[in-house]
């Protein structure tokens, strides 16, 4: 795809959310970095800054819009986390029917606006390839524990690891089998929790059903909260879509997170549980992939990481436990071969 036909096809959504805490110059500095270069990629009517309930932003954001004019800023009423937010700038998006692509990006100015242009144009060449119009493309960082440093990214490696563990096993007793062609220039598992996303319009619609949805695989946990980036994945690949991953450009440090704001085992545990629900993975496997995936952490041969590991992966146990009735044994030691 040439430049002019990627942005006549696509639109870009941003969810806002910074802590009322946030200095308004470094506010306006990370806004205006964000959104200054979205307008060679999508038209200014098709990116929109959703703010995520924080009415002290929409008065900043509106003078932005003003002075760049490469964006529309929507103010959401409530805050509903980035799923939430991205739910309602997809709505907007799909009303218009020259949409193909929807990029997601994050807020947090921790990459380039311009490798949009490359998880289009792969979501373009998955469809054409493949003959699917369902197409998911990552933008995949580097290296997920040099961005995000140690801890962090033994977590989203272990999640990752998991998540495609569950997937395998629902689509393999489906009789099918994963199609991962189009991120084979890369290491296993994907940076599914990668915020740089291109859906395709297809995998868009899919999205929104996915959170309205939620409830029924999770009940009591807030997927539409916590679940902006795994859940459309797995509805992808389950639906017989396509993954793909693009390498993109990544800050050493991200300059602005909200990492851990909400609790890292309730909001890890949450995706895993959803995802381990909604592939019907029964009980004793899922435990078997938890283990798996502690056993590759280096993480876990320290000892407060260790503990905490096996806090997150018994806390997702009991609540599958509890929502099947069915009887766990819970994760105290992790066993090694002894020598490598």
């Given at each position: ?182 991120s084979a220039a890369y290491d296993l ?49 389950l639906a017989g879509g396509i993954v ?97």
């Open positions: 795809m040439h430049l002019s036909q990627v942005q006549a096809a696509t639109g870009m959504i941003i969810p806002i959310w910074y802590p009322k805490s946030l200095p308004a110059g470094e506010v306006q500095k990370l806004l205006a970095a964000c959104l200054a270069d979205a307008a060679p990629f999508a038209a200014s009517d098709n990116v929109l800054a959703i703010v995520d309930g924080a009415p002290y932003l929409r008065e900043p954001l509106r003078r932005l819009e003003k002075r760049l004019g490469t964006f529309r800023t929507i103010a959401g009423e409530r805050n509903e986390g980035k799923g939430g937010a991205v739910a309602q700038g997809i709505q907007r998006l799909l009303a218009n029917p020259a949409i193909r692509f929807i990029v997601i990006r994050d807020h947090d100015n921790d990459h380039l606006a311009n490798d949009a242009l490359n998880l289009v144009r792969l979501s373009a060449h998955i469809q054409s390839q493949a003959g699917t119009e369902m197409t998911v493309v990552i933008g995949r960082r580097q290296s997920i524990h040099r961005h995000l440093g140690f801890a962090r990214g033994e977590y989203e490696t272990l999640m990752n690891e998991v998540i495609m563990d569950a997937v395998r096993f629902a689509v393999s007793r489906a009789g099918g089998a994963l199609n991962t062609q189009f598992p994907p940076d599914l929790q990668s915020g740089f996303k291109c859906y395709s319009r297809a995998a868009a619609q899919r999205y929104l059903d996915v959170l309205a949805q939620a409830s029924h695989w999770a009940p009591g946990l807030d997927v539409r909260r916590h679940g902006s980036e795994v859940p459309v994945l797995v509805e992808t690949w793909g991953e693009i390498q993109r450009a990544s800050m050493e440090q991200p300059p602005f997170t909200t990492y851990d704001s909400a609790g890292k085992i309730k909001v890890k545990g949450t995706v895993l549980v959803w995802t381990l629900q909604r592939t019907e993975v029964p009980l004793t496997a899922a435990r078997q992939f938890l283990l798996n995936a502690l056993a590759r952490r280096n993480l876990a041969k320290d000892d407060q990481g260790r503990s905490e590991l096996l806090a997150l992966a018994n806390w997702v146990l009991k609540h599958l436990a509890d929502y099947r009735h069915e009887p766990t044994e819970l994760i105290e030691t992790i066993s090694y071969s002894g020598y490598f």
